[in-house]
């Protein structure tokens, strides 16, 4: 049976609590617990006056007052910004108006022309509508500009309209030339899908003749390196490969020629594709002569493939003349684009002149209106200077005295009181924003100090809780040891007892009492284990177990209590 604990109870506090967010009805009535007065921080009339009046009430005096000079400021401001208005209309509904469409102008000319310069690279028909959006757009914006400019009938503005028609023109004809060279990208995929597959045809048709033709070359070495060679079957196989041996040739010459047009379809200049072009032709004229030794049934049957590949290299629509106008069309977009920037540069050049008379009028007016605003400045600085005054008056008699001070000694308070020196001397209360928080404090303090009462309270009865705790780990370790000797001693006779003769139904009941002892005394040391964990003494280790033993041991301490239950 556990010991009794005695248990110690705390009387209730007849004192209600009430924290710094509860009623502060009498909180304003308490005096600083030293007796000690607050200092006069006042100081003069006009203090004692600021000093009866609430922050609130006291600032919004001090900003009235700077708001009305500053009212005045503003009138004043406004007259003479009249006056400045008035002075530099002219220039804001004439000058400046000009000057911005013209460079709206100027600005979607420039975009135009570069929308056209990417028109020169285009291969394929996804990327010509991306170009072609972006040029409509283009062009949208300068129609846009050119409209509002329209209503400015001077020479500048025709220039820049006939300029930015011209522009318009030449990216119409970069449109045309889009489309041919897209049209001539498909076409040279088409002749290079239809130069695979001629290149495919004469390996069908000569490929396994030549193979036929080196076994034969193999089958004549051998022959000849016998020591007695069969020379009329030699001779004889000799000019069966005499007749086949232009039949290899025209196969060389025909990948070469293929390999040839592949790279003249790539040439860069013009001046190289016309190279490539007289190799070509010396390539087919070659070719050719080979293809008439070829024996004549074969021949006629090379001469449809052959007529194709040469069309496919220097016909109409080959590859050489689908890259020679390629290469044309590039030359005559670049000149275009070479055209286009010339126009902007035009542009640009009437624009600067448009802008640079502009500014110069606009300068003019405002050198009339300099006399103006140095009065205003004036003016202005002046009334500045008396506002600021004012400002540091408001602050030096109302706001350093009465506020700063006052916050200071609240906030040294505060942490004393945070700190825990509760006995610090606090601000008095008051019925203004800082008296109110000097009332907060002071309950502040009070709450503080039941705290502290009742954290000592919480102290003791945790001591006696542990205390009670440690009894408690002491009385189970008692009991434990007294328990185990006796334990001890019933196992050790078990153990005697089963060392004499004894019948099997005996043994088997010592067993069971032995391993039911040794069950108990494991469970006594786990009631040990729980002491040395409340103590923080107890140590975790690994260890291997048998565990068909442990099941045995439980079923023989529930077999009787089973068996009795049927």
């Not at 001693?489 to 009492?513: C, E, F, H, V, W």
Request: proline fraction near 4%; glycine fraction near 8%.
């Amino acid at each position: 049976m556990w010991p009794s604990m005695p248990r110690e109870t705390s009387p209730p506090n007849p004192r209600p609590l009430h924290g710094t967010c509860g009623r502060m009805d009498n909180v304003s009535q308490r005096t600083d617990r030293t007796g000690s007065p607050m200092p006069d921080v006042a100081g003069g009339r006009l203090g004692s006056v600021l000093s009866h009046l609430s922050i609130r009430s006291s600032l919004f005096l001090g900003f009235g007052a700077l708001g009305s000079i500053m009212i005045l400021v503003v009138l004043g401001a406004i007259l003479v910004t009249g006056r400045m208005a008035a002075s530099v209309g002219g220039i804001v509904k004439t000058e400046i108006p000009t000057m911005v469409h013209t460079l709206r102008v100027a600005r979607a000319a420039d975009a135009l022309a570069a929308s056209g310069i990417p028109l020169a690279f285009l291969n394929t028909e996804a990327e010509r509508d991306i170009a072609f959006k972006q040029v409509d757009m283009a062009q949208k914006s300068l129609m846009a500009a050119l409209n509002t400019l329209g209503l400015l009938q001077d020479e500048t503005g025709q220039m820049l309209t006939e300029l930015s028609g011209e522009l318009a023109e030449n990216l119409s004809r970069l449109r045309v030339m889009v489309d041919e060279r897209i049209s001539l990208k498909q076409r040279q995929v088409r002749n290079r899908a239809q130069l695979l597959a001629n290149l495919q045809s004469f390996q069908q048709r000569l490929a396994y003749r030549i193979s036929i033709l080196e076994g034969d070359g193999d089958v004549v070495h051998r022959l000849m390196s016998r020591p007695e060679p069969p020379l009329e079957r030699v001779g004889q196989m000799a000019r069966e490969l005499t007749t086949l041996l232009p039949l290899s040739r025209f196969y060389a010459q025909v990948e070469s020629m293929n390999v040839r047009l592949l790279a003249a379809s790539q040439d860069s200049t013009l001046g190289g594709l016309n190279v490539s072009r007289r190799v070509m032709e010396n390539a087919v004229a070659d070719a050719g002569d080979t293809l008439k030794k070829i024996p004549g049934t074969l021949r006629q049957d090379l001469e449809g493939p052959f007529s194709e590949l040469v069309g496919l290299a220097l016909g109409r629509e080959g590859l050489m003349a689908v890259r020679d106008r390629e290469l044309r069309l590039a030359n005559e977009s670049q000149g275009l684009n070479e055209v286009n920037q010339g126009i902007v540069e035009r542009l640009d050049a009437a624009t600067a002149d448009l802008v640079l008379g502009g500014l110069a009028k606009i300068d003019r007016s405002g050198s009339a209106t300099d006399d103006l605003s140095r009065w205003s400045i004036f003016v202005l600085v002046l009334v500045t200077f008396l506002a600021l005054i004012g400002v540091v008056i408001l602050f030096h008699l109302h706001v350093n005295r009465h506020v700063i001070k006052r916050l200071s000694w609240l906030s040294s308070a505060m942490q004393d009181v945070a700190a825990g020196h509760l006995e610090s001397r606090l601000p008095p209360a008051g019925n203004n924003e800082l008296g109110r928080l000097g009332a907060a404090l002071h309950q502040f303090r009070a709450t503080a100090s039941e705290a502290r009462e009742r954290e000592v309270k919480l102290k003791e009865a945790r001591d006696r809780a542990e205390a009670g705790i440690k009894a408690k780990a002491a009385f189970l370790a008692n009991m434990s040891h007294e328990i185990r000797t006796p334990l001890n001693a019933i196992i050790g006779m078990g153990n005697l007892a089963m060392q004499t003769d004894l019948s099997p139904k005996q043994r088997d009941y010592l067993s069971k009492i032995d391993r039911a002892g040794r069950t108990l005394l494991n469970i006594i040391n786990d009631i040990l284990d729980f002491s040395k964990i409340e103590a923080g003494k107890l140590d975790l280790e690994k260890t291997c177990f048998n565990l068909e033993e442990v099941l045995s041991r439980l079923t023989d301490i529930v077999r009787l209590k089973a068996e009795e239950k049927g």
